[in-house]
């Protein structure tokens, strides 16, 4: 889709800064001397700029096991992705304003940013569509209503929900339950 990009939780990867270079050799033998084996543990280590690496782990157990190891060497510092999530929100209306958006939001989780998207071929152009980034505490209905228009809602991980009713466990065209569009009940 123009203008947004893709982001959610990076649940696995674990990014490591070091204060001056560092080789991609040295870095395994970090990752070895917190007792990480690369065939069984890890799926990528991608050198950054600024002397930074991610390190994605199989496994959200693995990168959880090792990220506290990793953190008693002096020789990097660790930071996690885990916390925030990238939800990225279609169908708003282009007048509506973004704290409102925000503090409906603020009841699945912290919001910490936001974005109105553009189109990438029109960057000062608004598509209607925005991202927020989440600490989330619980999850977001695929669909919500707002200001008298339906709202969808995704990221990755999300449980897909009823588009009618907001219930988990089937689909809007499996739907059985009687709502009204207007008021929700």
Aim: glycine share 8%; net charge positive.
């Amino acid at each position: 889709m123009a203008g947004i990009r893709p982001g959610g939780r990076k649940d696995r990867t674990l990014l490591l800064k070091f204060s001056e270079y560092t080789s991609t050799k040295d870095v395994f033998e970090l990752l070895s001397k917190a007792g990480v084996d690369p065939k069984i543990h890890l799926d990528a280590v991608q050198q950054l700029p600024r002397f930074s690496f991610d390190v994605k782990f199989r496994q959200v157990v693995f990168r959880n096991q090792f990220e506290q190891v990793l953190q008693g060497f002096d020789e990097c510092t660790v930071e996690s992705y885990s916390e925030v999530t990238v939800v990225t929100a279609l169908y708003i209306d282009l007048d509506l304003d973004n704290n409102y958006v925000k503090q409906m939001l603020s009841q699945y989780g912290e919001v910490v940013g936001s974005r109105l998207c553009t189109f990438a071929n029109f960057p000062g152009i608004l598509n209607g569509n925005r991202a927020y980034q989440i600490k989330l505490k619980k999850h977001i209905p695929s669909v919500v209503r707002i200001a008298n228009r339906n709202v969808w809602f995704t990221y990755w991980g999300q449980p897909k929900t009823c588009s009618k009713c907001g219930s988990m466990g089937h689909l809007g065209k499996e739907c059985k339950n009687m709502r009204c569009y207007r008021c929700q009940q």
